[in-house]
């Protein structure tokens, strides 16, 4: 069932132009990743989504009789901080604003802080405060939750369980929508993944349809040899290379081992793996679309 | 209407309980400027003109009291609320912003009366001033209306949304305002010219309405229809700052 509908959107600041006419279904119960260079405009989209910037031209549509905030939750990047407020507080305050909140253990529970609640906000660390705002932004129960970072701030523990309550919360029904620079994470977890880049949605579609079209499998070693010694090589798609490690995407791994054979006396370390939504992003802006 | 009275009833806790420098600041100083400007800086004033100026005295301290409270609090909350990302929490929230900015207001006229109640409680039992409780009511209640552009004026401040910035413009508009004005000291010892522009002011506007209160004298529709146009001024500039800031994205209102 379709939740959000993005129709034409345009956007530009002056004759600046953000956003080119994007067009966008979101269905329900689905985790949709928004990725893209930093200045790709991700942040305008959601700003637009979410009405704090008006757009140039276009509609964006919720699909719900309620208002929409009621259905919504939203995890900015930067955290909120009330001063001279508590944990407890906060979170009563937020589930005010909702007809149908949750309850207020288990948005105590969500937010790891049982023994903070009776605590200032601004005495928070940055996890803490990172897994307040995730609880926040589910006070009001919300069909479609916005993350925008959501783990940044979080260790690898706290990640590891906000990826686990973010698929729970999936496989309960709701929508996720969300930007990180975490595309590990989003890897493991999003059925859907828009590409923002040059103003446009260049790519959506799945992890294994992207993998599909831009390299199913990544061989990494290490060389001293140049990146040219390698770039003719007939199944390389691409080749990254930092210092002296090579990244080479391909879709014909056992064809590209056997090219790489005269090599080998100078190659070191040599791995194969599958590829990364890492390497196929630096691989789709350096080939095709930029 | 939960959500509203949620919403004030934090505002409450945060802008006047739990910040104690923000309710002296607003209420102490000008019961202390009262007292000074009435007990200890007067000397050789003939009696009946001392009583005057004690009861007019009064009137400029509570409209005082109100810009404190209605410019630099309302300005300064505002500013918190940016920087801390809680405006823009609220609006993503279903709060609207009349729900936002109403509960805030009941803060900070509540503040507003507890200040006037406190200057008038000083005025009489320090100088004696007699002020009956129908006197008192019908001058809180128009200051109440005064701080209301006062609250606007404080908003339009908080756009500024830079720290420095905030409290640059709040000196700049409430001490000169206050001056001339005629709050501090009397408007007639001014330069004409400076006369002329103080009496176009809307808190010299606002207290004499007040002082025709005080003294039961007939009232003028000039006062009145001046905080009009203030507030209708204000209340545009307001409207072109936001839609501005909301164009480039700046906003969160």
């Given at each position: 069932m379709t939740i959000l509908e993005i129709q034409h959107i345009n956007k530009s600041f002056g004759k600046k132009i953000i956003l080119k006419d994007i067009n966008l279904q979101i269905e329900s119960s689905s985790i949709i990743a928004l990725v893209g260079a930093n200045g790709a405009g991700k942040t305008t989209l959601i700003n637009i989504i979410l009405n704090l910037i008006p757009q140039t031209s276009g509609q964006v549509k919720?699909?719900?009789?309620?208002?929409?905030k009621q259905i919504t939750g939203v995890m900015m990047q930067d955290n909120i901080v009330l001063h001279r407020i508590t944990v407890k507080e906060i979170i009563n305050l937020t589930r005010s604003y909702f007809d149908k909140p949750l309850s207020y253990e288990e948005l105590l529970n969500i937010s790891g802080l049982k023994d903070h609640?009776?605590?200032?906000?601004?005495?928070?660390s940055g996890g803490q405060k990172r897994r307040l705002a995730f609880a926040l932004a589910l006070a009001g129960d919300p069909e479609i939750l916005f993350l925008d970072e959501?783990?940044?701030?979080?260790?690898s523990n706290a990640r590891n369980d906000f990826w686990q309550e973010i698929d729970r919360l999936k496989k309960s029904g709701k929508t996720i929508f969300v930007t990180s620079h975490y595309l590990e994470e989003l890897e493991n977890i999003a059925d859907r993944f828009l590409i923002l880049q040059n103003s446009i949605i260049a790519f959506d579609g799945t992890i294994k349809q992207l993998r599909s079209r831009e390299g199913q499998s990544l061989v990494e070693f290490d060389s001293e040899l140049n990146q040219i010694d390698f770039k003719?090589?007939?199944?390389?798609i691409s080749i990254n290379l930092v210092g002296h490690h090579f990244q080479i995407i391909t879709n014909n791994v056992n064809q590209l081992v056997t090219e790489l054979t005269p090599y080998l006396k100078a190659i070191d370390n040599l791995q194969v793996k599958q590829s990364t939504l890492d390497t196929l992003l630096l691989n789709y802006k350096e080939n095709n679309h930029e | 209407m939960n959500k509203f009275i949620f919403q004030t009833k934090i505002n409450f806790k945060r802008i006047v309980f739990r910040n104690k420098a923000f309710f002296f600041f607003d209420m102490l100083l000008p019961i202390v400027f009262y007292i000074l400007y009435t007990k200890i800086l007067v000397s050789n004033v003939p009696a009946s003109y001392l009583k005057a100026w004690n009861e007019d005295y009064l009137v400029s301290m509570m409209i005082y009291a109100c810009m404190l409270g209605g410019i630099i609090t309302t300005a300064n909350t505002l500013l918190e609320d940016e920087m801390s990302n809680f405006k823009l929490f609220v609006t993503l929230s279903p709060l609207s912003n009349f729900q936002y900015y109403g509960s805030m207001a009941i803060v900070l006229i509540t503040l507003n009366l507890v200040s006037s109640i406190a200057l008038t409680a000083v005025a009489m039992i320090v100088n004696h001033v007699n002020i009956s409780i129908g006197l008192l009511f019908e001058l809180i209640s128009i200051n109440l209306l005064g701080t209301i552009l006062l609250i606007l004026i404080g908003v339009l401040i908080s756009f500024a949304k830079k720290p420095n910035t905030v409290n640059l413009l709040t000196n700049l508009i409430v001490f000169p305002l206050a001056i001339l004005s005629g709050?501090?000291?009397?408007?007639?010892?001014?330069p004409t010219w400076l006369q002329n522009i103080g009496k176009v002011m809307p808190t010299y506007q606002l207290s004499v309405i007040d002082k025709n209160i005080l003294h039961q004298t007939t009232q003028h529709i000039g006062p009145f229809i001046n905080l009009l146009i203030w507030s209708l001024i204000i209340f545009l500039i307001l409207f072109i700052v936001n839609k501005i800031q909301k164009e480039k994205g700046l906003v969160t209102q």
């Open positions: 919720f699909l719900t009789n309620e208002n929409w609640q009776n605590n200032l906000m601004t005495g928070l959501p783990t940044v701030g979080m260790d003719n090589l007939p199944d390389v | 709050l501090w000291w009397p408007i007639n010892i001014m």
